[in-house]
């Protein structure tokens, strides 16, 4: 098979309707951070209304109530869907599974560029939702019904009127992005179970190539039954029946079980791939082999199989069967047990190493710093008890930032910083890069933080002015509302600094450094920027991704793609 | 301009020498399959209901479980796609039992729109 | 060096051709989703016993004879699949135009069971049925049309890209991909056989 990168391309066919995966991939990347800024926005103009309300917001105007809602619901589902599925699963995965497998594309690469144009075709409908009359959806990003069906006042509407309205177009949204991650999952598992170097047997494969893989397949398995929700509950929008209508013998009950059967799940889609980029991170910069290699690759797959079990533990208050919460709980609480194994084993690997600090690694540690916070408050949510008591407070959202914000930020940024060199050929400042570490993530706890205690006050999460409420809002609940939305302007100008180091990069000319970091994985083999088809010959592979600092070998690392034996052998 | 040979080895082209599976009796298979279809048919008119509904639901289980392995050539796949199968089977199962006790075993009274 | 470092893999799945492997998993993620409308269908027809007499309604004829005709569209892509392996593309083409008829003798038939029941007041939202008061009535049709219809989909789908593989084959072209339409279709094949008892036949 010839490989199509020799032939002269346009700039159209080269970055636009490109179907090589690295182009895709960054497609993906830039799209994602694209929206992350409108998600950034959204959050300042809310944020800001919070703290200060009525007041005139600068580069906004001023927020009516129902705009307030459309924003907490539209920033919810763009972070998570649009921002975090595109940049975890599908940029790092297009970007990184040819090469750390040593192939020449993805298995049917034209199916990924299909699956990009869906996804952009999503975004567009969701950010047009603005835009149509009543403007985007407002009762929050998981579409509970009644107030995601038109109330079910309507029982005969208008069915163009009832298709161009928020609702219905964010469902839309939504079941398009289901679709273009469906085929990207379709393409990563068999890429990576077809098209693997000769000698990557499964248990060679780098740990971020199996978890973005593992989350595929979460993905897919969990993902059918939100799709035949979301038919069914467009189809009480646009036709009016009454799938999740009580009065007419359905049932908003099973709308909440189809969302989260997914929507629980997904949290695993987002987190799996960005732990695969700490598992990759620590081990270059603490010059060890990954501490326990395969027991995270079990730890994962039981995470997986346990994540599809556990979902109605968003649903304590919802009015479940009080059994069957006992039962969550359970599972809810038993699910930690892989995910801290999983940590253990990337401080493990740090233990005793050669840590260089550079900022990939930076953001790494911090990512783990923060998550932990977030898990352990999550142990708490996960305790049906406690969480009647804290459901739908700030400790929610505090505690949700804890984990998604190190999650697709922290690991996002850790990704970029490990692997820019390698797909621009251009090298980011370094003291840039840890200024920016350091602004976020003082202005993230600063934003985040003080919410736990707000929400244990009794601070209701869905309520756009508090000054209303002056029983739960009085010093010193009035001044960490402040600091929060003071931090939170904090950090998204920070974010600055990155575009900044980005754009620097790109005017300076190319270094083209083939293997930065000096890490063991076989992408470091290719050119930097790797052409299209890769690699000039397709690379043998003799052992696995992490062979530093072996006994008797003969230098500081053995990329995998090396034949010499060391002296003293290691497993793998 | 250089050129990349890639090896092929993984795109079965259909000819006698690189035949990825057998082919077994389709004939008979489909013999079977309208067999067991009129079975489940008739088999309303002879049991009662509870009875012909286990067993309308074994057949047609048993018709998936034909075609599965005939049409579809399952029975020459490795283990590892029975398993993927399966544990799609035992996600959905999962899900219906998780949503069971709130949907379906409510007190009637709740369950009756007035 | 061979023996020091094999091209094992543990459960052997290397061997599966790429394009089997990506309708597998194409299979797997449909069968989540018509699985999920499945078990939502199932809650509520458990729930309300009333329903048989709604499923009543539904014409068990015209539902055999869709399924008797999905079953030998199956038999005949599966027999263009075996010509196929052997070169024969006349016989190919004439396998697939079989399968490709049998689509849309199911879409007839389907259209006609739809117009009957259309007919008898029984759609997506069924407004009589809800006049009558008989909310939950109607309920079972929304979930009859959105299944059938999603399935319906489904085979209109896979006779267009049956179309599109007979094209390329008539030229001697992608011979190996009138395998992976056959699988789509079997799996099409598959809903129906459990949609068939579920809505038809369980009264």
């Known amino acids: ?572 | 301009m250089e050129t990349i040979n890639q090896n092929n080895d993984n795109i079965v082209f259909p000819d006698a020498a690189h035949e990825y599976h057998g082919h077994p009796n389709y004939g008979r298979v489909l013999f079977t399959l309208l067999a067991l279809l009129s079975l489940s048919l008739v088999i309303g008119y002879i049991f009662s209901p509870a009875l012909a509904i286990t067993f309308i639901f074994a057949t047609a289980v048993w018709k998936t479980a034909l075609v599965m392995r005939n049409f579809m050539h399952l029975k020459y796949e490795p283990l590892f796609l029975f398993i993927v199968i399966a544990a799609v089977l035992l996600i959905l199962f999962a899900f219906f039992m998780g949503v069971y006790p709130d949907i379906t075993a409510v007190p009637r009274d709740v369950t009756l729109p007035h | 060096m061979e023996a020091t470092h094999p091209q094992h893999l543990s459960l052997n799945i290397k061997k599966v051709p790429q394009g089997r492997m990506g309708l597998w998993v194409l299979i797997a993620g449909e069968l989540v989703i018509f699985g999920g409308l499945i078990a939502c269908y199932l809650e509520y027809r458990l729930r309300y016993p009333q329903w048989k007499e709604m499923a009543a309604h539904t014409s068990t004829f015209i539902g055999a004879l869709n399924t008797v005709v999905l079953l030998c569209s199956s038999y005949t892509i599966v027999r263009a699949h075996e010509a196929a392996q052997k070169g024969n593309i006349s016989k190919v083409l004439i396998w697939m135009s079989c399968t490709i008829a049998g689509g849309f003798m199911f879409l007839i038939d389907k259209g006609i069971e739809y117009y009957r029941e259309i007919n008898e007041g029984f759609t997506f939202t069924s407004p009589a049925l809800q006049q009558a008061g008989d909310h939950v009535g109607s309920l079972f049709w929304s979930f009859y049309y959105i299944m059938t219809g999603l399935h319906g989909t489904h085979v209109l789908v896979g006779m267009i890209v049956m179309f599109i593989i007979m094209m390329q084959v008539r030229k001697g072209k992608n011979l190996h991909r009138v395998e992976l339409a056959g699988m789509y279709w079997h799996m099409v094949d598959l809903i129906w056989i459990f949609l068939f008892p579920l809505l038809y036949i369980a009264k």
């Open chain 1, 1 to 572: 098979m010839e490989i199509s990168a020799t032939h002269p391309q346009s700039f159209w066919s080269k970055y636009v309707f490109s179907t090589d995966h690295k182009v895709i991939g960054a497609q993906y990347t830039l799209m994602g951070c694209i929206m992350a800024g409108v998600g950034g926005y959204l959050a300042y103009v809310f944020r800001y209304n919070l703290a200060f309300p009525n007041a005139y917001i600068p580069l906004f105007g001023s927020l009516s109530a129902q705009q307030y809602n459309s924003f907490v619901t539209i920033h919810g589902m763009i972070m998570v869907f649009w921002v975090g599925m595109p940049v975890l699963l599908s940029g790092l995965g297009n970007f990184l599974i040819p090469l750390m497998i040593g192939t020449d594309d993805m298995a049917f690469p034209t199916l990924n560029m299909l699956s990009f144009w869906i996804f952009l075709f999503s975004a567009i409908v969701l950010l047009s939702s603005f835009f149509v009359p009543g403007g985007a959806f407002g009762g929050g990003w998981t579409m509970y019904p009644p107030l995601s069906a038109g109330g079910y006042l309507n029982h005969n509407p208008e069915f163009f009127k009832a298709l161009f309205s928020g609702t219905s177009m964010l469902i839309l949204a939504v079941a398009l992005e289901l679709v273009s991650m469906l085929m990207g999952g379709i393409n990563f598992l068999v890429t990576t179970i077809n098209k693997r170097a000769k000698g990557m047997t499964i248990m060679r494969i780098p740990i971020v190539v199996w978890f973005i893989d593992i989350a595929a397949v979460i993905f897919m398995f969990s993902v059918g039954p939100l799709v035949a929700g979301a038919f069914m509950l467009l189809f009480d929008n646009v036709l009016g029946t009454g799938f999740f209508d009580p009065a007419r013998g359905g049932d908003p009950m099973l709308w909440e079980h189809l969302f989260w059967f997914f929507g629980h799940p997904e949290v695993y889609v987002l987190l799996l791939p960005s732990l695969g980029v700490l598992g990759e991170v620590f081990p270059v910069f603490s010059r060890k082999p990954l501490f326990g290699y395969k027991p995270i690759i079990y730890l994962a797959l039981i995470s997986a199989f346990l994540s599809v079990l556990v979902w109605a533990h968003h649903q304590f208050v919802a009015g479940i069967d009080p059994r069957m919460a006992t039962f969550f709980s359970i599972g809810t609480i038993l699910i930690s047990i892989p995910f801290a194994g999983m940590f253990l084993s990337f401080m493990a690997t740090m233990w005793n190493g050669t840590i260089r600090l550079t900022v990939p690694m930076l953001w790494a540690v911090g990512f783990v710093g923060l998550f932990l916070i977030g898990g352990l408050t999550g142990l708490y949510l996960g305790s049906n008890t406690f969480d009647i008591y804290a459901h739908d407070t700030y400790f929610v959202i505090a505690h949700f930032h804890y984990t998604l914000f190190p999650d697709i930020f922290f690991g996002f940024f850790a990704a970029v910083y490990f692997w820019f060199p390698k797909f621009t050929g251009r090298s980011l400042n370094k003291t840039l890069g840890k200024l920016h570490f350091w602004l976020t993530f003082l202005f993230f706890n600063g934003t985040f933080f003080l919410l736990f205690f707000n929400g244990l006050a009794g601070q209701h999460r869905r309520i756009n002015d508090y000054s209303y409420f002056s029983l739960v809002m009085k010093e010193p609940y009035i001044t960490f509302e402040k600091i929060c939305t003071i931090s939170a302007i904090a950090l998204i100008l920070s974010q600055f600094i990155f575009i900044y180091n980005v754009v620097v990069s790109f005017a300076k000319a190319k270094q083209g450094v083939k293997n930065p970091w000096e890490s063991a994985t076989l992408e470091w083999l290719a050119e930097s920027p790797p052409p299209h088809g890769n690699f000039k010959e397709y690379p043998v592979v003799y052992r696995g991704p992490y062979e530093y600092s072996l006994p008797g070998a003969s230098q500081d690392y053995l990329p995998q793609n090396i034949q010499e034996e060391p002296v003293t052998n290691t497993k793998n």
